[in-house]
């Protein structure tokens, strides 16, 4: 039996912005309505055969792959579209980001995710709350851009302050960071830039797509929005670095550390050595040993082997091994 579909959101939006909730989960806009949004969950049963019924196949296998990297792709009068939004959801990890697919024409949005995406969330609530929304599909893709590229700016910004406090630790306090840290920063790193590179990539072929779609200030809008995801990319690659000098430093201060260690204890058996050796000589057991009837011999041999010691130390000072 076929399911239902039921979107997360749906609203027809007329010619002076108005948005208002769509009766129906049908590709076309209500009466008197400029265009429709439908807001899907990747997750509902219903949504395969919805797609299979009423978008053509490769725009359907487009919304509902289960990975897929940003693009930008001009299918017929169409644009589909792969976007990562940063994971805000709470208990969440940042870095892990959250794909987004949109399906776009001149009366029909359809975009759709597994878990929430705040940017578009915040799309959702301003249709629900103020009953407003761009009255061309471009504007309201240029808004929805915008808000995933400022996001993901700011935990780029919140990334980097992170990593100015441990490198402010380590080089001007002297503090080793807590363990692992330094890892998890730049694991966090690493997952960010997997997907802010390609998506700065899909920006620049979308502002270049020849679509009616794009008009001039949505096209000036979503390259500015390249733009910043760029700054964003080259900010993680330049914070990566910044995090492997840090790395290669406290390594070389470890090494530094066992090396200082490893040479003090190399100087203690060295004078213990041959203190070991006159111990076990004179620990001997058996006739013949010298001083063995004599009461100054054991102040003679200690004292003996306190200046040996002392000449030892003497030595390796003047050789400086330490």
């Known amino acids: 039996m076929t399911?239902?579909?039921?979107?997360?959101?749906?609203?027809?939006?007329?010619?002076?912005?108005?948005?208002?909730?769509?009766?129906?989960?049908?590709?076309?806009?209500?009466?008197?309505?400029?265009?429709?949004?439908?807001?899907?969950?990747?997750?509902?049963?219903?949504?395969?055969d919805w797609a299979a019924r009423h978008l053509d196949k490769p725009v359907a296998a487009g919304l509902t792959l289960a990975e897929a990297r940003p693009r930008a792709d001009l299918l017929g009068e169409g644009i589909l579209?792969?976007?990562?939004?940063?994971?805000?959801?709470?208990?969440?990890?940042t870095e892990?980001?959250?794909?987004?697919?949109?399906?776009?024409?001149?009366?029909?949005?359809?975009?759709a995710r597994k878990r929430k995406v705040f940017a578009i969330d915040a799309l959702r609530q301003k249709a629900g709350e103020e009953g407003r929304l761009p009255a061309r599909p471009g504007a309201f893709l240029a808004d929805l851009i915008e808000g995933l590229t400022d996001r993901i700016e700011t935990v780029s910004l919140e990334t980097g302050q992170a990593t100015e406090a441990l490198e402010e630790a380590v080089f001007d306090a002297g503090q080793a960071p807590e363990r692992d840290a330094l890892a998890l920063m730049r694991v966090k790193i690493i997952r960010l830039s997997r997907y802010v590179e390609p998506q700065r990539e899909a920006l620049a072929r979308l502002a270049g797509l020849d679509s009616p779609l794009i008009d001039p200030e949505t096209r000036a809008r979503i390259s500015q929005s390249a733009n910043s995801t760029a700054r964003s990319d080259e900010e993680l690659d330049a914070l990566r670095e910044?995090?492997?000098?840090?790395?290669?430093?406290?390594?070389?201060?470890?090494?530094?550390?066992?090396?200082?260690?490893?040479?003090?204890?190399?100087?203690?058996?060295?004078?213990?050595?041959?203190?070991?050796?006159l111990?076990?000589?004179?620990?001997m057991n058996v006739a013949g040993l010298p001083g063995v009837s004599?009461?100054?011999a054991f102040m003679v041999v200690a004292l003996s082997m306190l200046a040996l010691a002392a000449g030892?130390?003497?030595?390796?000072?003047?050789?400086?091994?330490?």
């Open 294 to 296: 004599w009461p100054g």
């Open 242 to 277: 910044r995090l492997s000098t840090l790395q290669d430093y406290l390594e070389g201060l470890h090494a530094a550390k066992a090396s200082r260690n490893s040479n003090i204890l190399s100087i203690v058996a060295a004078i213990f050595l041959p203190l070991g050796f």
């Open 279 to 283: 111990t076990g000589v004179f620990g």
């Open 3 to 48: 399911q239902a579909l039921a979107p997360v959101a749906a609203f027809d939006i007329l010619e002076d912005g108005s948005a208002r909730p769509a009766p129906d989960s049908a590709p076309a806009p209500g009466a008197g309505a400029r265009w429709r949004w439908l807001h899907l969950d990747l997750a509902d049963p219903g949504l395969p």
């Open 81 to 93: 579209l792969t976007l990562r939004g940063v994971n805000l959801n709470p208990g969440q990890s």
């Open 312 to 322: 030892l130390l003497i030595l390796f000072r003047w050789l400086k091994w330490f």
């Open 96 to 111: 892990d980001m959250i794909s987004l697919r949109l399906w776009v024409t001149g009366d029909l949005i359809v975009s």
